[in-house]
């Protein structure tokens, strides 16, 4: 790692991190100072001012950064691709100019930006190999599992469970088309009947205002799907919620429904200003979105699901163990899970969910909402169906602004055999499928968890 007592700008590193020091110069400020204050341009100022919070840290907590290194390149690249007609924000050390949707060469834009706000730099993260898994039904296609998993045996478990289901014929996958992500915006009145007059004013106003809205969410190709209003009545106040949700097909979209509703929000306001409908108070109301909320009703993501179907009188013969004690087993398990309150059944995916995420490097990597499970197992015509079902897989494969895949993420995706956000939910599901399988196979046969 660079000295930065050897940087050419070493005078203008201490100026800041003194000012940094002082509190006259805000961290998330650093770069635009350094472009302002001192003529450093894009994209140098965004190494400099890596160096000058790290300094500053170094300071401030007397510790020194040894591990934590800081690339030569700490800034991001805009990219366009001619044949689907996509923005790419690609990390400037990516050297792979290619779009992983079409296959095509990309074509450069002009900007730089940020990898990360208030960046100081990166570390190693560790990844295993997880098995081959081979879906069919909604994708058609055999994923090579990479997983960051940290120092658990659970990469073993999801490569066995992946072995029995290939035996088998393949995980059956069922996968949204598109991924939604929801804003919404709250208003409250004094009475009902100002509520309803805003409703109706509302609604009329929509087809004006639904297409400046697509407008804003062009760029990453996404579409207003569906406004939903809801009034609510609630210790004297009257609410009136409007939920906007937009459809993408390869990205998150969460920061451009963002600017989307944010429009709509003062357009609304206007129109009710001119109307003479008098709010007392207009929000982007985030505690009615489902963004990140533990809660069946989390409109955000993408559905994705997995399933084995084991033929009538194979069970035994193919998986050594008795089929009633195996769906007792998973019954028992399902119960006890509802009965501590849980809205879903977060068993292993709780663990694969987010090793699938660090590995790729695509956002979310919190466990919060992405790991949300729920787990079947019934008998059908004899047969024994097991399923996993994932509410809202989140996951924009292609790389934005909002979600910067690294060059470390782009190239396990590509061995994963991975190109779209289907295909992502898809493998998610499948492994996820493949690690509770194998771990409810285990503790039936008594396997696990015994002297």
Known sequence: MDDPRNNP???????????????????????????AGFGIDPPENFRVAALCRRGFLEEVTGEGFHTIELPEKPFKLR?????????WELDARDEYHTCSLCGGRLDPLEGYGPLVSNYVGGQEIYFSYAGRIKVKGDVDAT???????????????????????????GAEVRVADKAQAVRCNGYIFKSRELLEKAWTLIKEQLPQIRPEMEQRLKEFSGRISAVEFKPVE???????????????????????????????????EALLRGAGVKYELSVIAQGHDGDLKPSPK???????????????????????????????????DSIGAEDLGCQFYSGMGGEIIPAVYKATQV????????????????????????????????????????GLISPVGREALRIMGVRTAKEFAASLAAQVLAGEFNLALEISREKLYSS
């Open 298 to 332: 989390n409109k955000r993501g993408r559905f994705a699901s997995a399933e084995i179907r084991i033929p009538d009188g194979e069970f035994e013969r193919l998986l050594k163990v008795d089929r009633g004690k195996f769906l007792a087993f998973v019954r028992v």
């Open 363 to 402: 956002n979310p990597q919190s466990p919060l909402v992405s790991s949300f499970q729920n787990i079947y197992a019934e008998e059908d015509k004899g047969d024994v169906v097991y399923r996993v079902e994932l509410p809202n897989v989140e996951v924009g494969i292609a790389s934005t602004r909002e």
């Open 234 to 268: 609630k210790g004297g106040e009257h609410i009136l919620y409007i939920d906007f949700a937009a459809e993408f097909e390869n990205f998150r979209g969460h920061g451009d429904i963002s600017r989307a509703v944010g429009f709509a929000k003062g357009e609304i």
């Open 143 to 169: 994923f090579t599992n990479l997983l960051v998993y940290g120092t658990g045996m659970g990469p073993i478990g999801v490569t066995r469970g992946c072995h029995l289901i290939n035996r088998i014929g």
């Open 79 to 87: 990219w366009h691709c001619p044949k689907d007609n996509l923005v």
């Open 9 to 35: 700008h070493i005078d203008v590193i201490e100026a800041c991190i003194e000012r940094l020091k002082q509190g006259s110069l805000p961290p998330w400020k650093v770069e635009e100072e350094l472009v």
